[in-house]
């Protein structure tokens, strides 16, 4: 088959066919050669090779980096949402997921802020046994850290030779005492 420029990775190398592109899309997703190999329908007995074969190949280097990109931009994540999320957490009122007579109120009910924050749920009998609500403390303690609340930097001001100190600690650890 001949060769043909790539439209996304400007290099020449011959089209995928729909077998290699199903490896490719397989592999992304795993990182299992062999698995791959036979996911996308070669034959098992040669998975291993086949695969590393496969893998050393232009049209599926090609195919694996564009997926991967895609992957990877899907799933951005930027700080802003992170922080946004922490925010949430740390200002989360459990009044919010409560009617006025102490009841939980349907999920349905409940806003979708709220919801997100909630860090699990436990059925029993196809009833609500457990509620488990974030940890608006440690929300807090990362968003602190973000911050710059926090230091852990201690200053001293004074005079000190720290050098000498320690020559003189190490003296006194192998026995010879000023």
């Not at 893998?55 to 195919?63: A, N, S, T």
């Not at 980096?65 to 895609?70: A, M, T, Y």
Request: hydrophobic share 35%.
């Amino acid at each position: 088959m001949a060769k043909m420029k790539c439209s996304r990775c400007d290099q020449e190398h011959t089209p995928i066919n729909e077998q290699r592109r199903r490896f490719a899309q397989l592999y992304a997703s795993s990182f299992d050669t062999t698995e791959s190999v036979a996911g996308a329908g070669y034959s098992r007995r040669v998975g291993r090779k086949a695969g590393w074969d496969l893998l050393q190949r232009l049209d599926v280097k090609c195919e694996l980096r564009w997926i991967l990109s895609k992957t990877t931009e899907d799933l951005e994540l930027r700080a802003s949402d992170v922080l946004g999320g922490l925010l949430r957490i740390a200002q989360f009122d459990p009044a919010d997921i409560f009617n006025d007579d102490g009841t939980l109120r349907p999920l349905s009910q409940v806003p979708k802020h709220i919801r997100q924050a909630i860090a699990g749920l436990k059925f029993k009998d196809g009833r609500l046994e457990e509620l488990k609500l974030p940890d608006k403390v440690r929300a807090h303690e990362l968003l602190g850290k973000n911050q710059r609340l926090f230091t852990d930097v201690f200053r001293h001001e004074g005079d000190i030779d720290i050098r000498a100190r320690i020559a003189r600690g190490r003296r006194r650890a192998q026995g010879k005492d000023e």
